[in-house]
């Protein structure tokens, strides 16, 4: 199936490039209103209805009609003079909150897309009177704005809101501030814009710049990349389908995730293709370009199928997991790998048919051979042991990091002081820190009966006692007195580690203790949230990562056909993993003092590091098995290995981890982009061009047990169509 997709787009390119230039306006266009229909960002959404602040959610909207896509906004009313707020204040403060509560924000519109394929988020937000400071420094409103914080149409809204509340305040006599959720993403992204541009741009230039050092040819830096773009576009685009399709919800930050991953592996796929497709116009200067294509692309396809299928089969075994933005990310990555695969296999292969030559033109690469790979080469098949001892020795020193390490379910702390982050201090210097996002217990009757405030007065002062616990709010209930909600303010910010432990132990036994016969009671709000992420994340790691190391090794046996070597490959990219994890902890936890790494990191880095650290592994074993099929020494055939490889590799693995490394310019992700680049090029590097060349030069053909391959009369007959001719001179290109 392989040698016919690729034969078919080698033989018909213009047919395949148009298909997909077709896909790519359809899909790309329907991509963002697609995404924006199937993401939330509420994080208890993900939560199974077994975990306790799940179960407190479904009350909330269920009883007390909460609004799952509602996002509360807290802005701060003061005077401009510094002085207490007066009765004649406050009645201002309410007329003008009344007058904003009446008019519909609209949302700002952009020039750069089609208005019907952006959702209108246009609303009139409801706003009522939230706390007045006990010294009456200022009175809180919250506001209620409907959608997913990291909508770009929401957050327009934010801006127009705060904008118009700002005037209108002024014109008062009064200042403002804004904080939460949405305040604070708007302002941390407003920080960050330039950032975020000036960084994408580098990274872009930077893979351009890679390509025409490497391969001396501007069209085989910019139109492959095109390609890898394009196919990313329409892959988003199926994720988006796919999702509205099977009702799954995807995480706020998925998109943007895929788009790296695609991005670096897209060109990982497309490198292995050039460099193996230039060895062979090299070796064959006389055959056909599209002939030479279709051999090229039918051999490389199928080491690029595995690669893909291990990725593919490493997230999906996310689906196992319980937490929900773990459960929606695998098949999200999937699906958009598939794609990618196929593009890969199609469009790539149809560039190559339809450019030939021509695609490294004006470059005279065609007529060089590789020196500094070459010598590489033979120093690992030369010295393969003391190799072997620097890498492992490396790898051995970064994961000694995992001493001591702690995970941290916050959701980041960008240190930018922002005016969202200056409003909250503000708040927390005269009340509880909570105030703004409070924890809040859920009573429901069970027998039918009717709750009363009263009946749950010796539940509210047992909350009252609890240490962290800096005030409890009255008894609220619902419109039959089927449910009552009581909130708390802790003294502990919400996002917290100490937050968490408070609900989780404290606050849980209090409430066990002291809920009436009758009822059942509990715990939400995001403290509670993150609490019960943390028991579902420990449950999904125990489950998930020996589920994925399985599967990897399932794929690797049957691509290798052998016993042995799937064993060291496993055995190389968990170390990897260990080295790569333990260096982010060395970093940010022991060095930068952070809470610990985040709690998602473990799960992601180990799929990222293994799954796509094995793309490198299959590509650098699968040239040596087909080298070793060759006559002469195993550490011979190793050597030519390497030779051939090491470019592609080493290329491919900075590509990666540049396109990772954008991910730090986007505000919390810091850890994940130094964690990711430093786990692809410590996989490519490392792992790939050291470690397991070194193992293969020391076990020999053993490495293939117990189907060693026997070197064939005269070489391996494909091998020997693309062999090297001899030259006497060899002219440097690396």
Known sequence: ?????????????????????VLGVVLIGLAPTLIARVTQSQTGDFLPRSYDSAAALQIAQERFGADPDATTVTVLVARTDGKALGDADRQRIEAEAAKLAQRRVVMPREDDGPEFLIPDRSQTPRIVPAMTAPDRSFELLAVQLIGNPVDKGVQGVYRAFRDAARAQFAEAGMRTGFTGGLAGTVDTTDAHETAAKVGSALVMGFIVL?????????????LPLLAVSMIGGVAVGAVGIAALVTGRKLDAGTPGLINVVLLGIGIDYLLFLLFRFREHLRARPEQPAREAAAQ??????????????TIVAAFATLGLATFGQFRSLGPAIAVAVLVMLLGSLTLLPALLGATGRKMFWPSRSLRREPGRSARFGALVARRPLTMLTASVALLAALAAGLIGIRMDYGQGDSGDRTPAAATAVE???????????????????????ALTAAALDGLSGALTLVDGVGQ????????????????????????SRQARDL?????????????????TAHVGGTAAIFADVSTAVDHDLRIVFPVAAALIALILLLLLRSLLAPVVLMLSVGLGFAATLGAATLLFQHGLGEPGVGFTLPLVLFLFVVALGTDYNILITDRIREEMRRPGPARAAVARAVQHTA??????????AGSFATLATTPGSEQVAFAMALGIM?????LSLVLVPALAALLGRSLWWPVRPRPAAGGDPEHRATAPAPEPERVTAY
């Open 1 to 21: 199936m392989i040698r016919a997709l690729t034969g078919y787009s080698t033989r018909h390119p213009w047919k395949i490039i148009a298909l997909w230039g």
């Open 210 to 222: 890679l390509n025409v050092l490497v391969f001396r040819s501007v069209a085989a830096a910019l």
């Open 296 to 309: 090229v692309c039918a051999r490389v396809g199928t080491a690029i199928t595995s690669a893909a299928l």
């Open 427 to 449: 708040i927390s210097r005269v009340l509880p820190a909570g105030v703004s996002d409070p924890t809040s217990v859920f009573v429901t009757r069970t027998d039918g009966a």
């Open 472 to 495: 409890v709010a009255p008894t609220v209930l619902n419109e039959d007195h089927r449910a009552a909600r009581i909130d708390l303010y802790p003294t502990a910010d919400p996002q």
């Open 503 to 519: 609900v989780s132990g404290p606050i849980r036994a209090a409430v066990a203790q002291h809920t009436p016969a009758g009822t």
């Open 647 to 656: 470019p592609a590799i080493a290329t491919a693995g900075l590509v990666l």
């Open 682 to 686: 410590l996989s490519a590097l490392v």
